[in-house]
């Protein structure tokens, strides 16, 4: 067995083509760790380009509907490009440069990823490719709009489910033929190792800031912290601070799509069993035969079979807890947070608030929740438009977010 | 069960003729599955020394678009993993050791030992995995030396020759030499990765080494079997199959087959 390892999760399941880049990133990213000269530039990234620390907002108005808890948020959604991405994407983006690679290439699901590395790229003169689902370039067509801007090739995949899945196949397709020249910069905590280590190494900000600012603002420890999961980075990232904490509940939020009983959904710890996907072994939606079956989420950041395999282990072993919600209660959530605190969640970050008002309710009003607010909605605008039914028929019909 | 001859033996014989072995792979359910086993039998018939009968997955990152498009049909179509064992069985009836190359959540889905066994019982040769390496293989390698099959591991132009070390003494029957960066393909030429990756595995191996990715007609045939224990053709015999109603797909499979084993047949 290879490094990397969480328990029986993790591994390297990869064409052994990959071995040497793997091996090399690994490398580099272990040296730049203890590299003050490495932590420094990303420390004045961090401060001045995506504008850290972020802040925790308190949301009484909402927190009435979460059994009368205190809720905080951590404000993800204010960093530079609109999420919790960009703090994973810039240290990667320095390793590259590091490793002497020139071309970075990504997938993304709700874009946020792919606006992220775009941006990254485009501030240190990389080039950039990122590959994305048919799908979700339809259901997030202003964030194609933002790569493009921002100088990226935005390839559209349409093989399969042609979302989120299908772009990291076309991405590893992409990697193991320009591995040279190419890093693959990976967007979640999913992946061979040392993606899920690293990049939960890269979004451990998170929760090391907030169990600062809340222990300021509340003089103690959160009762739970609460975050989405797609494949876990936001989450892992706002957690592994926590783990040691006994007394705090980790609580990831799933999506629940259309209900698990239809079958429409990315609930991976409610429905399936472990097995490999792009190079990991970690909980996975399969059938009887072991192909996977597609996911389905209206948030396409969450629409994804497998998840990282940090979180299997944490499952597993007790440490966190997983629930799922469903569409319809992660849009109550999202509307919710609008209305009562007039801030726009990404329908990703409505999945913890959903999740919020659940815990919150079973914990009563003496309990304290910590929430990550992993993006902001900006991208999310057309699909809740049009499921509230804001929008007149022509601009319905039109398609695409703006 | 029968006295089955391994791939191991097999390119023995095809050296002892001084050429190269033809290793042939066709995914298991393309177009159907009555039609795909039909055609490895026609592999056979035609001069192919090994079939590697492919097992279509959702997700086949290895694959470049001609493998991707066949077997996303044949899911389409209702194939199912354990249809490969009604393939290994002609193979192996048809005269030639039938080795399955698969994605390893496949393996794992069945049960690494209930699948080693069903290969077996079926006159299966072994097992070629595009996505598994040694390092994470510790069970299949137990199943294999238990059950006797082939495992063959991949090394790549990127291999360290630490990493070709460790990967051919990990192999059983041949290694597998993909000869390009890449996913599988045809290409118009195979380049000199793949000499040279040949070069430098034999110097760390006593095992036959074959050539795959790229190679698609008797010409190339010849050029990497001049170099080569073994000639790894797919795509372009998937693309005989494509497109064309099954008689005809299998009377240009068994026309490119032809052309193919002729190349190995000349190339030193
Ligand atoms: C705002 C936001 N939150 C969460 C996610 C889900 O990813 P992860 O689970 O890796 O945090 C995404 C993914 O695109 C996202 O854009």
Redesign the pocket.
């Known amino acids: 067995m290879t490094d990397g390892r969480f328990g029986a999760f993790g591994g390297r399941y990869v064409p052994e083509a990959l071995i040497p880049a793997l091996e090399q990133l690994d490398e580099a990213r272990s040296k730049a760790m203890l590299d003050p000269g490495f932590l420094g530039e990303l420390d004045r990234l961090h401060r001045t380009y995506t504008g850290r620390p972020s802040i925790v907002t308190e949301v009484p108005r909402f927190a009435e509907h979460c059994g009368g808890a205190r809720v905080v948020l951590k404000r993800e959604d204010l960093n530079h490009t609109g ?3 960009i703090n994973n994407v810039l240290a990667q983006a320095l390793l590259t440069q590091r490793m002497g690679k020139s071309r970075v290439i990504a997938e993304t ?2 874009g ?2 792919g606006v992220a590395t775009a941006t990254a790229a485009a501030l240190l003169g990389l080039d950039c490719r990122v590959y994305m689902g048919r799908v979700d370039t339809e259901r997030q067509a202003l964030n194609v709009a933002r790569m493009r801007m921002l100088g990226a090739e935005v390839v559209p995949v349409s093989t399969g489910s042609a979302t989120l899945k299908d772009a990291i196949n076309e991405a590893l397709r992409d990697w193991v033929t320009n591995v040279g020249t190419t890093h693959y910069l990976l ?3 999913t992946g061979p190792h040392p993606f899920p280590e690293m990049v939960r190494d890269f979004h451990r900000i998170i929760g090391v800031e907030a169990r600062g600012q809340i222990l300021d603002l509340a003089g103690r420890l959160p009762d739970a912290v609460i975050a ?8 892992m990232g706002i957690f592994h601070r926590f783990i040691d904490d006994e007394g705090v509940r980790l609580v990831g939020v799933e999506a629940g799509g259309e209900g698990i009983a239809s079958g429409r959904h990315a609930a991976r710890f409610a429905s399936s069993s472990p097995g490999v996907l792009h190079g990991t072994f970690s909980y996975l939606m399969q059938d009887d035969d072991g192909q996977t079956i597609e996911s389905h989420s209206i948030s ?3 629409d994804y079979p497998s998840v990282g395999p940090e979180h299997s282990y944490l499952r597993d072993s007790g440490r966190a807890e997983y629930r799922y919600a469903t569409d319809e209660q992660a849009m109550r959530a999202f509307e919710l947070l609008c209305r009562t605190e007039g801030i726009i969640p ?1 329908i ?2 409505a999945h913890a608030l959903a999740g919020a008002m659940e815990v919150g309710s079973e914990l009563g009003p003496e309990s304290l929740l910590l929430v990550n607010l ?2 902001r909605g900006d991208k999310d605008v057309h699909t809740a438009a049009r499921w509230f039914g804001l929008l007149d028929d022509a601009a319905a019909d039109g398609g695409g977010d703006a | 069960m029968t006295q089955t001859v391994g791939a191991e033996a097999v390119i023995a014989r095809c050296r002892a003729e001084n050429r190269a072995a033809l290793v042939a792979y066709l995914p298991v359910g393309f177009p159907d599955l009555k039609t795909s086993v039909r055609a490895m039998e026609i592999l056979v018939e035609a001069g192919a020394d090994i079939i590697e009968v492919g097992v279509p997955y959702s997700d086949p990152l290895m694959d470049g678009p001609v493998i991707q498009r066949a077997v996303a049909l044949a899911l389409e179509r209702g194939s199912r993993v354990a249809d490969v064992f009604t393939a290994t069985e002609a193979v192996r009836a048809a005269g030639a050791p039938p080795l399955v190359m698969l994605y390893w959540n496949l393996v794992l889905r069945a049960g690494v030992d209930r699948f080693a066994d069903r290969l077996v019982a079926s006159g299966g040769g072994g097992l070629i995995t595009p996505d598994l390496i040694p390092d994470e293989a510790a069970e299949w390698i137990a199943a294999s030396d238990r059950t006797g099959l082939d495992r063959v591991f991949l090394v790549a132009p990127s291999s360290t020759t630490e990493r070709l070390q460790r990967v051919t003494r990990a192999c059983r029957g041949f290694v597998y030499a993909a000869s390009t960066m890449g996913v599988t393909g045809a290409r118009s030429s195979v380049g000199s990765a793949a000499r040279d990756l040949v070069e430098r595995t034999r110097a760390v191996t006593d095992l036959p080494v074959c050539v795959g990715l790229g190679v698609s007609t008797g010409e190339q045939a010849a050029e990497v079997g001049s170099f080569a224990d073994g000639v790894i053709v797919g795509s372009a015999l998937v693309a005989a199959l494509t497109d064309r109603e099954p008689e005809e797909g299998l009377a240009a499979l068994r026309t490119l087959t032809e052309e193919l084993a002729q190349g190995v047949r000349t190339g030193r």
Request: aromatic share 0%; glycine share 26%.
């Open positions: 999420s919790h991405k699901g709700a946020q990823h967007g979640t905590v989405c999961v797609g494949g876990g980075s936001n989450a396409a950041g969450l990404a990703e970050s992993s993006g």
